[in-house]
């Protein structure tokens, strides 16, 4: 009972959130050119990252912050196996196999994993998450952007090793 309670108010924390992002939006704080996500990418999510590194140094937990970085990247690595076997299973073209690969590895597993992990686990767990929300990013801002691209024209379509070079904010 204790834990479903504890869900409850992360989400009623949540949702919280939601309603200051809307009243900034109605109040025209946040408009087209000033986005939320902008400042949540690029600002609070950091800033969360640090606060929560701000322990102790020890080497177990840089294994398991490493841990749990490798085992994000497994999932990529198993959702490309699953998106691509689907896709060609479902004999779809190169763009919507790697839309549909690209939906399959890239679920939001920051905005709405972040609460969810803070409920069960506690302050400790949010060093790991350190991990995984840096492989969530270098995984959707390359490969994603990558897989994302293969429905575009030919001439359009960046290579991959050319998708850390555009500007990604």
Known sequence: MDMALTIFYQLIKLLGVGMVGWL?????????????????????LPALMLHSLQIPYS???????????????AIFAAGTAVGVVLGK???QSKGVTGTWTACLILPNSIYMGMPVMLALYGNQALPLAAGIIV???????????????????????????NCCSSRLF
Request: glycine share 10%; aromatic share 8%.
């Open 24 to 44: 900034l939006t109605k109040t025209c704080k946040i408009t087209d050119e000033k986005t939320l996500s902008g400042y949540l990418a690029n600002a609070a």
């Open 59 to 73: 080497l177990t937990l840089l294994k398991d912050i490493g841990l749990a970085a490798a085992g994000h990247l």
């Open 89 to 91: 299973m479902a004999r």
């Open 135 to 161: 492989s969530f990013n270098l995984g959707s801002f390359l490969y994603g952007a990558w897989l994302l691209s293969l429905s575009g024209a030919q001439k359009n379509r960046p290579a991959l090793k």
